[in-house]
């Protein structure tokens, strides 16, 4: 599910939490409308912003990349990984791709 305040401000994906704990579903019930919540489904990879992070992991960041050992693939990819949470316009592009940023 996905919980949209109405002035899009901030976006909160819940897969698969059915039923909401009464704590939730209270709060949600309180702001009278102002957040709706939407049932995502069970697998959707293209409403995934990680997924197209991954991706961009995987065919540009360490696409070229020979290693000989599990700990040199681990260390490249928390490199790149570091790298691109510095490019803000690479996260922006995941969000707006998996269409959940305006």
């Known amino acids: 599910m996905q919980c949209r ?3 899009q401000a901030k976006i909160k994906p819940f897969y698969g939490l059915t039923p909401f704990c009464e704590l939730v579903r209270d709060y ?3 702001t009278r409308g102002r957040i709706q919540v939407e049932r995502f489904p069970a697998y959707a990879p293209e409403l995934n912003p990680v997924e ?4 961009h992991l995987k065919t540009k960041e360490i696409a070229n990349l ?5 700990w040199e693939l681990s260390f490249e990819a928390t490199a790149a990984l570091r790298r ?3 490019r803000k316009c690479i996260i922006a592009a995941c969000y707006t791709h998996a269409q959940l940023w305006p």
Do not use: E, F
């Open 5 to 7: 305040p109405t002035n």
């Open 28 to 30: 949600i019930l309180s």
């Open 52 to 55: 197209y992070m991954w991706g």
């Open 66 to 70: 020979i290693v000989t050992k599990a």
């Open 84 to 86: 691109m949470c510095r």
